[in-house]
């Protein structure tokens, strides 16, 4: 009995410190500077791009969210506002989603 109650003991130290342990690796992992991005050739996606969004005079971006493989940007205008949906491997418009008037 006394060799099982030194043992949990033990193992309950080890826990612990273990627990502590990862605690601390985490914390110093977010706190790392992040990496940037590298820009491999051939792999699609990785290279960047430019486009110019269907926005009159005086539109601004609202936001910017990921939905199903595109870039979903809201625009705000004077009118209301749009959803342009942009294709992230090559800059291209894939769809406008705005309310009818």
């Known amino acids: 009995m006394k060799a099982l109650v030194i043992g949990l003991g033990v193992l309950i ?3 612990t410190a ?3 342990g990862v605690v601390v690796k985490r914390v110093f992992e ?8 590298v820009h491999v050739p051939g ?3 990785t ?4 486009t110019a969004l269907p926005a009159g005079l005086g539109a601004s971006i609202g936001g910017i969210a990921a939905s199903g493989g595109r870039v ?3 625009i705000r205008t004077a009118h209301g506002g749009k959803v342009v949906f942009v ?3 090559n800059g291209v418009v894939a769809g406008t989603v705005s309310l009818a008037r």
């Open 13 to 15: 130290v080890l826990g």
């Open 18 to 20: 273990l627990v502590i």
């Open 30 to 37: 977010s706190t790392a500077s992040p990496v940037p991005a």
């Open 43 to 45: 792999i699609p996606g």
């Open 47 to 50: 290279a960047p791009f430019a």
């Open 72 to 74: 979903a940007i809201w």
């Open 87 to 89: 294709d992230p491997e």
